[in-house]
């Protein structure tokens, strides 16, 4: 895996760090490929439980590396690149935001600074967003005549309502960290100096808790929101029969009457 994406996998936790510092992790084609990568490794995994995704340096992302993207724009128009510069979005950030979003398994991003476009898209696209207080988002997109990607369209209004999210995408500004968490944007902010230990505090605690029965929420999560009450109420009974008959139901079961802390295996 290329050094610009990060991977650690310890007790269950896998911690995958874009690591572009000095670009503020904007999005080369490099980093793009080995952030899908290690987002397919965590989900294949049986071994990882729950996924928390950070930033290193002071920006969480700041979305496509422009520098980069002039210059393949400019050689398609030549003639001379390999193809559409835009395929990046069907060969790069979709499997990505897919991948997060259709994790069996929870992801916590941590917002450690600036997050826009693409960026904010996978942030957006995590379970639980624990946001610095010096972090902020940025849309960004329309601002170089773009339109959303990275799953924006989809999970910006869902965070906040259509109208909020059309105002966000038309007319993109930084929104700090407070307006964050008063949009919905945020679950959590904390102090930008307690930022990677409460993240990690959250993410293990999940690593350690029910994975299957996690799986199953953001399957049910995900399947609401395109389907009828009726198709839905389905779903919950297909799901729910299917966590009724897990290992992990069982031992939270038995731990309740023996009042005891349930030892969750995954299964």
């Not at 979305?63 to 993207?69: A, I, N, T, V, Y």
């Not at 992801?107 to 639980?128: E, I, R, T």
Request: proline share 3%; with cysteine.
């Amino acid at each position: 895996m290329a050094d610009t994406v990060l991977y650690d996998l310890t007790e269950g936790l896998a911690t995958i760090t874009l690591n572009r510092p000095d670009a503020m992790n904007a999005l080369n084609i490099d980093t793009k490929v080995a952030l899908r990568d290690a987002l397919l490794e965590a989900a294949e995994d049986p071994a990882v439980r729950a996924v928390l995704l950070i930033g290193s340096g002071r920006a969480f992302c700041v979305g496509q590396d422009l520098k980069e993207h002039i210059g393949l724009l400019a050689a398609d128009r030549e003639g001379s690149g390999e193809g559409s510069t835009m395929s990046t979005v069907s060969l790069h950030y979709n499997p990505i935001v897919t991948a997060i979003a259709g994790m069996p398994k929870p992801v916590v991003a941590a917002v450690n600074g600036v997050a826009a476009g693409a960026g904010a898209g996978f942030a957006f696209a995590a379970d639980y967003r624990i946001v610095a207080d010096t972090a902020s988002f940025n849309t960004s997109f329309a601002g170089v005549a773009l339109t959303a990607d990275s799953g924006v369209s989809w999970t910006l209004q869902r965070l906040i309502g259509y109208g909020r999210a059309a105002d966000l995408l038309l007319f993109p500004r930084g929104i700090d960290a407070q307006e964050a968490l008063e949009l919905g944007i945020a679950h959590r902010v904390v102090p930008a100096d307690e930022l990677a230990t409460e993240a990690a505090g959250v993410a293990r605690r999940l690593a350690e808790g029910p994975t299957a029965a996690y799986a199953a929420i953001k399957e049910s999560l995900a399947f609401a929101a395109g389907h009828t009450l009726t198709e839905a109420l389905a779903k919950e009974d297909e799901l729910q029969r299917r966590a009724g008959a897990s290992d992990d139901h069982t031992i939270a079961v038995n731990a309740f009457v023996n009042k005891e802390k349930p030892r969750f295996t995954g299964h």
